[in-house]
């Protein structure tokens, strides 16, 4: 038995951006709130990551916590980066992009992984676009508009593994 992966019980999720910082941290705190909200806390673990390491260790950005905040979702987590660990322990990678996407079919070994790769957009339904777009080099507003993209993800992924 692996003791890396989490309590069979539980579906892990390990939502993925570039930097850990942005998206990826607004995905995790939106789950983790939807989650405590439908009162199912007990049967998810969520994480994040980047593929970079250029903010490991580092609070979210300012803005993603303050539009965050905003909304009633804290934002925990500390950026750190994906290893190829991470795709043998989560039974869900959900990437933000499809840069990160092709980033993280990179780090699979040969055999594969017990992971399911997938982009968060792909549970966005009925909208336009596959991605969500990075805001870190914009201004407030956009980290609005990827709050809401990636709150409408989480929802339908959170009632599609509910359903499951």
């Known amino acids: 038995m692996d003791t890396?992966?989490?309590?069979?019980?539980?579906t892990s999720l390990l939502f993925v951006c570039l930097?850990?910082?942005?998206?990826?941290?607004?995905a995790e705190g939106i789950f983790h709130h939807l989650v405590q909200e439908a009162g199912l806390?007990?049967?998810f673990e969520i994480d994040s990551a980047g593929t970079g390491a250029w903010h490991v260790g580092e609070r979210p950005d300012a803005r993603a916590a303050m539009v965050a905040?905003?909304?009633?979702?804290?934002?925990?987590s500390r950026a750190r980066q994906i290893t190829q660990?991470?795709?043998?322990?989560?039974?869900?990678?959900?990437?933000?992009?499809?840069?990160n996407l092709r980033n993280i079919e990179r780090l699979l070994e040969p055999n594969g992984s017990g992971a399911q790769i997938h982009l968060l957009r792909e549970y966005d339904e009925g909208?336009?676009?596959d991605e969500v777009p990075d805001p870190y080099y914009g201004g407030a507003s956009g980290f609005?508009?990827?709050?809401?993209m990636v709150h409408r993800s989480c929802q339908n992924l959170l009632d599609r593994l509910k359903a499951a």
């Open 69 to 76: 905040s905003r909304h009633g979702v804290e934002l925990e």
């Open 19 to 26: 930097g850990n910082i942005c998206r990826s941290p607004l």
């Open 4 to 10: 890396n992966k989490p309590d069979s019980n539980q």
């Open 127 to 129: 909208t336009e676009g």
């Open 85 to 99: 660990e991470d795709l043998g322990r989560f039974d869900y990678v959900i990437a933000m992009d499809r840069e």
């Open 41 to 43: 806390a007990d049967r």
């Open 144 to 148: 609005e508009t990827v709050y809401e």
